[in-house]
């Protein structure tokens, strides 16, 4: 690898971007070296940055030793993240914009909401809440559209110290039931219909379904979008439109503990269903609020904009904490990128003078196909700073969001970062690094990521070099465990790599000590920035009366990044055909949701297994990569001739 990016053109900061940033490169150094050297220290003074109720004596107290993982962060403090986000804010800027909400309709007026609107749209959303019987510790599921009570009802839940879960709304009523029931909630708050790109979503006719497979005593709020029709069951559904006008005004934030819970989050793994990763409330909000500032170079006023939805992670840390803990103005879009036409994404951000645009490579590469018309019509002016998220960005997509959306202006801050570890872990700071199309570069502070032999385990010093990437101390909003199950927590992220965070990623670490992600070691695919387990497509596939078996892998997808590449063998029964074909796609999307619809179905007499019955998906990833060339030894299978077969029909 050491010739190819070495090559690599470097885009180094102008001298407007270095002046205005908040961190320069000697910045970078002497504080990321403090944050190794003396993470206590950095971290103590660091945890300044939030409104602490008791202040923490304490601040890191960490083992990722096997059989004993333990993470604990300022772990004697108390503080509440919605007085964090909103209540400290009133004082100086209670009048200023917290969210700006852009409709899924160009034509709807957008909305403003300032810090005390959204003070007493908050306290009235956990007035709600309470009377429901919502108390501190109780889960609550968010299943909702892009929709300013999405942060209301996230915020609403840390007030009073109940633990959120937020569902994507283009997850299926199974996929939310799964949810509901796995972190138990009491209480599901939805909305009637959901608005997106010109079409709507039926989220509570979803939630009315997913409700018939889970206990009776779970109530249903229901928030107004559409106004459209809906069932409504007496003494389970509520009216939060109708109760919020009622409820108390204020509510009094609750004193939580650094480490009680503040949300679960449901994301795929490489084998099982999702599992629902934990973050607290001290480490996590700092984290998120810091990264926030310092990789997007975020300056009072200036308006931020990231395009995620609030059911990822993404939108968690970016939409709404993040920036909500810095008082910032925080731009939520109910819509999407392609609707009514390619040009939106760019209106939005004329419309709204956005000076911070974060989004994914496979919404770049999308309108990228559509040219440069639909942006040139559009002035950009006001964009400083892009980011991208999810996946490896391609230097096409690198070099068109550069030199297209930017100008040549904006430096693109590449992020790497997972569910798991609630705020981005490398990245470029736009001050302080020269950038190389596709490298997420450098560690954020206190982040310490090594390159491991996958083989050995062992670290590897030597530069350039390639491995799997793990992390080798704990940072403050690092996910503390499984919901309900630490054993899988260890065992998932503890136990290849002993002593270390196992991210899942492989990555190069260039002669400049640079960092490139390569991506997935494991079998979990990344469908346009979608995490997804192959095992969960799996599952779904042979839930299926005519499937007997299906192994499914990713493939390089030009646009989604990979797409969902499955090999199916039926029943002795049942006969392949088109009709069939789709009736799966169909399954696949009612069992789990729109975001798992396979791409590629072949039907496979039999796939190639071990003779102990282990199925070689190396072999079935390169034949959907259609690289026959490199298949390995294929003398080990039980039957060799099953990969003949597999070659000769594969779909075109
Ligand atoms: C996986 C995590 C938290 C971000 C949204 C996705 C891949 C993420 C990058 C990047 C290359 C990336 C990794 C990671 N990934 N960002 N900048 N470059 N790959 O979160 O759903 O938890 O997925 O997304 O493979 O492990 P997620």
Redesign the pocket.
């Known amino acids: 690898m050491t010739g190819d990016h070495a090559a690599t053109a470097v885009f180094a900061p102008s001298d407007d971007i270095v002046d205005h940033a908040k961190i320069d490169s000697a910045k970078y150094e002497e504080m990321y070296k403090a944050s190794i050297d003396d993470p206590e220290a950095f971290w103590g003074e660091q945890g300044k940055r939030l409104d602490w109720i008791k202040p923490y004596s304490k601040v890191k107290n960490t083992s990722f030793a096997p059989g004993n993982v333990d993470i604990k962060w300022f772990e004697d403090g108390t503080l509440n993240v919605s007085a964090n986000c909103i209540d400290r804010h009133l004082k100086d800027r209670g009048n200023q914009t917290a969210i700006i909400f852009e409709p899924d309709d160009p034509n709807e007026p957008a909305k403003y909401i300032t810090y005390s609107q959204l003070h007493v749209a908050v306290c009235r959303m956990a007035n709600v809440l309470e009377s429901m019987g919502v108390r501190k510790g109780d889960r609550v599921v968010i299943y909702l559209p892009m929709i300013p009570e999405a942060a209301y009802a996230m915020l609403a839940c840390a007030r009073i110290g109940a633990i959120h879960s937020i569902v994507f709304a283009g997850f299926s009523p199974d996929a939310l039931s799964a949810r509901i029931n796995g972190c138990d909630a009491k209480v599901i708050i939805t909305a009637d219909t959901a608005p997106r790109g010109g079409r709507k979503t039926a989220l509570k006719s979803n939630a009315d379904a997913a409700l018939l497979h889970c206990k009776d005593s779970v109530k249903c709020l229901v928030v107004k979008r559409t106004g459209d029709q809906t069932t409504w069951i007496d003494g389970r559904d509520y009216d939060y439109n109708e109760m919020a006008l009622e409820a108390d005004d204020y509510a009094r934030p609750a004193e939580m503990n650094a480490e009680d819970p503040l949300f679960i989050l449901y ?2 793994g490489s084998t099982g269903q999702p599992k629902g990763v934990v973050h607290t409330t001290g480490g996590y909000l700092l984290y998120a609020a810091m990264t926030h500032e310092y990789v997007f170079d975020y300056h009072d006023g200036d308006v931020f904009w990231c395009t ?1 939805d609030v059911g ?3 939108g968690h840390s970016y939409i709404v904490y993040g920036p909500l803990a810095n008082g910032a103005i925080t731009l939520m879009f109910e819509g999407v990128p392609t609707w009514p036409d390619a040009s939106r994404f760019w209106e939005v951000c004329e419309k709204h003078k956005v000076n911070q645009f974060y989004t ?1 490579p496979t919404a770049l590469r999308a309108l990228m196909g559509q040219g440069n018309a639909p942006v040139e019509k559009c002035d950009l002016s006001s964009l400083r700073i892009l980011g ?6 391609n230097p096409e997509a690198w070099n068109w969001y550069y030199n297209v959306i930017g100008q040549g202006r904006c430096p693109i801050v ?8 609630g705020g981005h872990m ?2 470029p700071l736009p001050g302080a690094h020269a950038l190389k199309p596709g490298s ?1 570069m450098k560690p954020f502070f206190g982040v310490k990521p090594v390159v491991l032999d996958p083989q050995t385990g062992e670290e590897i010093h030597s530069y350039p070099t390639e491995g799997v990437l793990c992390i080798a101390d704990s940072w403050p909003s690092q996910m503390r465990t499984v919901w309900g199950d630490h054993e899988r927590f260890e065992k998932t992220y503890f136990s290849d790599y002993k002593g270390y965070y196992f ?3 492989g990555c190069k670490r260039d002669e400049d000590g640079d960092f490139w ?1 390569t ?2 070691v494991d079998d ?1 695919i ?1 469908v346009s ?3 997804m387990g192959t095992a969960e497509v799996e599952s779904a596939l042979v839930a299926h009366a005519k499937v007997a078996e299906a192994a499914v892998v990713g493939y390089p997808h030009e646009i989604k990044g990979q797409g969902i590449y499955c090999y199916v063998t039926l029943m002795n029964d049942a006969e392949p055909s088109e009709e069939l074909r789709k009736e799966l796609r169909q399954w696949v999307r009612t069992e789990i949701g729109p975001i798992a619809s396979p791409d590629v179905i072949q039907w496979a007499p039999g796939l190639p297994k071990t003779r102990s019955g282990k199925i070689m998906r190396r072999i079935l990833r390169k034949i959907a990569e259609n690289d026959f060339d490199s298949l390995g030894d294929t003398s080990t299978l039980a039957d060799p001739s099953v990969v003949d077969d597999l070659i000769e029909n594969r779909a075109k």
């Open positions: 994301t795929s995620a990822w992670v993404t994914a991208t998220v999810g996946e490896p960005i590449d992020t790497w970062w997972q569910t798991e570890t490398m990245t997420a991210a899942g990623d992600i991506g997935r979990v990344n920035g979608h995490r």
